[in-house]
């Protein structure tokens, strides 16, 4: 375990429903990040949470929704999904911004 | 722009042999350089990282990379390849002259055969 947890592992989902995705690190760290990878591309940064406090949003679509309660926790909310959205959902964590980061193990989300 | 490029999708090497990863990037400023390790179904893993000093940075399993500043590259290396190295590995670069986010290449599937 890298010290940082992210539930569900897998997920799959209609594009009708809404769920949340999960991440946690008691690592002590102030930064936390969502990230999208699909086969084949880089890494795509979606948000970033310096201290409680979203600072980065990259053009993400509505349908993706981050909430940030305390350093600890991060979520992803998921409504209507479209099918191109199926990938592996990657939270990582670091000291402070300028810190490298510590990965989850992701979940993979599949939307029928 | 700020770019990172890992030239090759896939690289193959049998066990025993060296290994070399190649990475090239394209900052404006002094670039912070780093190599992560994803293995079947897991997050990335932080191998190593450049950000000063020596330009031959070690990491963990055996891995190093040699920054060159001139190449603009910082290719990761191991004098002696596992089949337990094989797996996809990424390059990332933040340039801390502009904004703290990490730039990453596609990624560079590894495999070591026996």
């Known amino acids: 375990e890298t010290g940082v947890t992210q539930t569900p592992r897998h997920l799959v989902m209609g594009m009708t429903n809404k769920k949340s995705l999960k991440c946690e690190q008691h690592?002590?760290?102030?930064?936390m990040y969502w990230y999208k990878q699909s086969a084949k591309k880089p890494l795509e940064l979606m948000f970033v949470y310096n201290f409680k406090e979203q600072t980065e949003n990259n053009s993400v679509p509505s349908r993706f929704s981050p909430e940030c309660p305390n350093s600890s926790h991060l979520f992803l909310h998921l409504h209507t999904l479209q099918p191109e959205d199926s990938a592996l959902y990657l939270c990582a964590s670091s000291q402070d911004l300028n810190y490298g980061y510590t990965f989850g193990s992701g979940t993979r989300l599949t939307v029928v | 722009a700020q770019s990172v490029a890992q030239p090759e999708d896939q690289v193959n090497v049998a066990e025993g042999n060296p290994l070399t990863v190649k990475c090239t990037y394209s900052v404006s400023g002094n670039p912070y350089l780093f190599w992560y390790v994803q293995y079947p179904n897991r997050g990335l893993q932080f191998l190593l990282k450049y950000i000063t000093g020596d330009n031959l940075v070690k990491g963990s399993y055996g891995f190093e990379a040699e920054f060159n500043k001139s190449q603009t590259s910082f290719h990761l290396k191991k004098p002696s390849a596992l089949v337990s190295d094989s797996a996809l590995y990424f390059c990332?670069?933040?340039?801390?002259?502009?904004?703290?986010?990490?730039?990453w290449g596609a990624g560079t599937k590894l495999i070591i055969k026996p």
């Open positions: 990332a670069v933040r340039d801390p002259d502009s904004n703290y986010q990490l730039i």
């Open positions: 690592l002590g760290h102030n930064a």
